[in-house]
């Protein structure tokens, strides 16, 4: 029986599955992490150190790295490569890579004996690449707006957003135009590693193109008139919108014993793919993802947007679109809090809950140490409503685990009252904060086997592109293994604390 290869290049690392769906089993995973196996890059959390705080770049070369490594690796496993039928992936949404005139030759041409960073180079137009956590574009954002006003969000699914794909462009475009001449090819991570998979330009499906102010939604077509005012030629530089087979796997992967020709789907963003692999691509159930960042998504019905505007409407990649909301200050805070306070993860899990009350006794800290965008605040600081410096570790502790899940709650409202939430992301496996979701959100907490959804859901999009069932594939790789029930004695104090967290988000920073 066929088997399929998944992969996920977030932020952080690059994380591969190989699925048996014939068995309903995991063949293989291997994984990169980005800080321990590739410093030269020197992107330790994924990113370029840069004294602007609101810079945010990753060298996209690293990515490239991690997929020759990430595939290696596979293979170490002993995993019968040639077994696999064909590969799928996702990338972090957002992101961009510029590339030259010859990025289509080199890409034809690629020779398995030189390393893919290596061959891939003189094909950069721009060194760096803008990714998902970069704020730096808010006069791009109200450039757009001034002059596209409510039909952006009405058309493409989000007002202008500082991390969009389209604002870092027209950033890019005005700041360095010699380059932007030069950049023949504008790709998403997902599209780019897609492409280099292929040996040609893939195509943008529409869940990781609608994180780029340039997709309308309604037609599935680059929207022109945003593209040419985005960037002079912009329409020309982006590739197709596409679904399904991007072509077959270059010749170039054969070392890693793929075999040459096996389908590449169309990748897709890492939340589109986590809605595959978490299960939640029909309607019903919604997924909160604690990751690099914390989103929240579902499967809409219809497509409807975020009356506050923070909110995104993205594509679906099983069909119809989807919701996200997207807090940047997700593990690296919730870490940060944890270490300050001097307590191990253990301590999340238990300690931390025993020793305090539910709701804390009003006592609440948003850990926004990046510029937050969920609601978008471009000053970084923690907000607290309560002496933090002062406070007991536990205090500390689930003062930031109740501010992040009532603002997931809170910032979440537009999207729907869900009875069963699906968590996944490495933070999820922490029962404390699993209790605390089922209680601010009075909903079933689910968590499914597989720990890393993004990557799965690439693995069952390849699949299902070669004619096996998502619903098939969903029964066996994403069953519930373990629910954390919602404790109605909670319900009433989190609801009050509903305003007190919108009342904190304008707040000050203290530290
Ligand atoms: C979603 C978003 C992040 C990235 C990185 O809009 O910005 O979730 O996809 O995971």
Redesign the pocket.
């Known amino acids: 029986m066929a088997y399929y290869l998944g992969i996920d290049s ?2 952080q690392s690059m994380k591969g599955l190989v699925i048996d769906p014939g068995a309903g089993a995991i063949a293989a995973s291997a994984s990169v992490n980005f800080k321990a196996d590739l410093p030269q890059y020197k992107c330790p959390d994924g990113v370029l150190a840069n004294a602007d705080p609101l810079v945010k770049h990753a060298d996209p070369l690293m990515w490239l790295a991690a997929l020759d490594l990430l595939l290696s690796r596979l293979q170490a496993t002993g995993v019968d490569m040639a077994k696999i039928a064909a590969v799928g992936g996702d990338g ?3 992101g961009s890579v510029y590339l030259n005139a010859r990025f289509a030759d080199i890409l034809a041409a690629l020779t398995p004996s030189v390393s893919l960073a290596e061959q891939l180079k003189p094909a950069l137009a721009r060194p760096t690449s803008p990714i ?1 956590m970069d704020s730096s574009t808010s006069a791009e954002c109200r450039e757009l707006d001034a002059k596209f006003g409510a039909r952006m969000q009405a058309d493409t699914g989000s007002p202008a957003i500082e ?1 969009f794909t389209g604002p870092q462009i027209r950033k890019f475009a005005k700041s360095e135009p010699e380059r932007y001449a030069q950049t023949a090819r504008v790709h998403l991570v997902s599209s780019f590693l897609c492409s280099v998979l292929i040996g040609r330009d893939a195509p943008i499906d529409s869940g990781d193109g609608a ?1 780029m102010n340039l997709l309308n939604l309604r037609t599935l077509a680059w929207d022109a008139e945003i593209a040419e005012f985005t960037a002079t030629g912009l329409a020309n530089k982006l590739p197709k919108v596409g679904t399904g087979v991007a072509g077959g796997l270059h010749g170039y992967f054969a070392k890693y014993g793929l075999r040459s020709g096996i389908p590449v789907a169309v990748w897709t ?3 589109p793919a986590s809605l595959v692999g978490t299960g939640a691509w029909s309607a019903g159930v919604a997924v909160v993802s604690l ?3 914390d ?1 929240f998504f579902a499967a809409l019905d219809a497509f409807r947007t975020d009356p506050e505007g923070c909110g ?1 409407v993205f594509g679906n990649p099983a069909g119809g679109f989807m919701s ?1 909301a ?1 807090f940047k200050n997700g593990s690296l805070a919730r870490d940060r809090v944890r270490r300050e306070a001097g307590a191990e993860w253990g301590f999340f899990d238990a300690t931390a809950f025993e020793l305090t009350p539910p709701g804390n006794a009003g006592q609440l800290a948003l850990p926004w140490f990046e510029a937050e965008i969920t609601p978008p605040v471009l000053k970084p600081g923690l907000r607290a409503n309560f002496d933090f410096a002062a406070a007991a570790p536990a205090v500390r502790i689930r003062a930031a685990v109740e501010a992040q899940a009532l603002a997931l709650r809170s910032h979440a409202l537009w999207i729907g009252t869900f009875g069963t939430l699906r968590v996944t992301g490495g933070a999820s496996k922490s029962l404390g904060i699993r209790q605390t979701l089922a209680d601010v959100f009075q909903a079933r907490v689910e968590s499914i086997a597989v720990a890393d959804s993004a990557a799965l859901g690439g693995a069952m999009l390849a699949a299902h592109a070669d004619g096996v069932s998502l619903a098939k594939m969903t029964e066996a790789f994403s069953p519930v293994t373990d629910v954390c029930e919602p404790r109605a004695a909670n319900a009433a104090v989190y609801k009050a604390l509903l305003p007190a967290i919108r009342a904190l988000e304008k707040a000050a920073p203290i530290a």
């Open positions: 977030s932020t972090q949404q957002h998902w991390r994180g963003g890492d939340n990751g690099t960042s989103t995104h996200l997207c």
